[in-house]
């Protein structure tokens, strides 16, 4: 399985076969038994704070059959209603920081050869993250740690795409060409479901300095004092 990784703009990220430092999920999709015709997938699991948005397709795709896992067809374009997307959204009074996320991709002959991940942080513009290269017909675990934790506020969104109108096998996307997204496999043959990990925090709500609530005390007590010294006068 070849896998291959263009970092974009400042943010680093290592994308490697095998586990990372273990982090408590955000969200979660467990595709076991998925038919790879369904609509959508809802969150199996979602940490305290946030709230999971569906797996879904763009509008552009073809739903199409493939055991455990969401498939599609339609992938000629590329198109920008062509796109699988996951993520989710920060509760009122939190926010999170996401480190890193998981999914295994697969294609068939005629479908996508190269696949550009991008995320989007509330509700912003798509930054590429990377590009992964399907070998074949083979799934492709894809791991992504991403060097410095992403800040969230409202929302953040995985988002899948072609690359091109390259195929797997080397020639053009077809019609009938397909890209399934399904749970990683660890490297010990165990399947993780599609996540997002990171945590979810109470957001801090600024404590004024000691210092500053005496200086504030002081103005309070001189302002006391006048209005006396003037009735005093008066």
């Known amino acids: ?21 273990n982090a408590a999920f955000i969200v979660q999709y467990e595709m076991f038994g998925e038919p790879g015709t369904q609509t959508f997938n809802a969150p199996t699991a979602t940490a305290a704070g946030a709230t999971g948005a569906n797996l879904t397709r763009g509008s552009g795709l073809t739903p199409n059959d493939g055991d455990n896992s969401m498939n599609s067809r339609g992938w000629v374009g590329p198109d920008a209603n062509d796109f699988y997307s ?10 999170a920081n996401v480190e890193s996320f998981r999914f295994a991709t697969r ?32 799934f492709s675990n894809n791991l992504f740690n ?4 992403v800040e969230v506020g409202e929302s953040f969104r995985v988002i899948l795409r072609s690359a091109n109108n390259t195929s797997a096998n080397g020639g053009t996307v077809g019609s009938t060409g397909t890209l399934r997204i399904g749970d990683y496999r660890d490297s010990d043959g165990t399947f993780d479901p599609i996540r997002i990990d990171g945590d979810v925090s109470p957001e801090v709500t600024a ?3 000691p210092s500053g609530l005496v200086l504030a005390g002081i103005g309070v007590a001189g302002l006391a004092g006048a209005r006396r010294r003037r009735r005093l006068a008066a």
């Open 107 to 138: 294609s068939s002959g005629t479908g996508p050869g190269f696949v550009n991940v991008y995320y989007s942080v509330d509700g912003g513009a798509e930054t590429l993250l990377g590009t992964i290269t399907q070998s074949g017909t083979a």
């Open 146 to 149: 991403l060097a410095t934790p």
């Open 86 to 95: 996951f993520g989710f959204d920060v509760n009122a009074g939190f926010d």
């Open 1 to 21: 399985m070849q896998l291959s990784l263009r970092l974009a703009l400042a943010l680093a990220a290592t994308w490697a076969a095998a586990p990372g430092a």
């Open 207 to 209: 404590v004024p300095e």
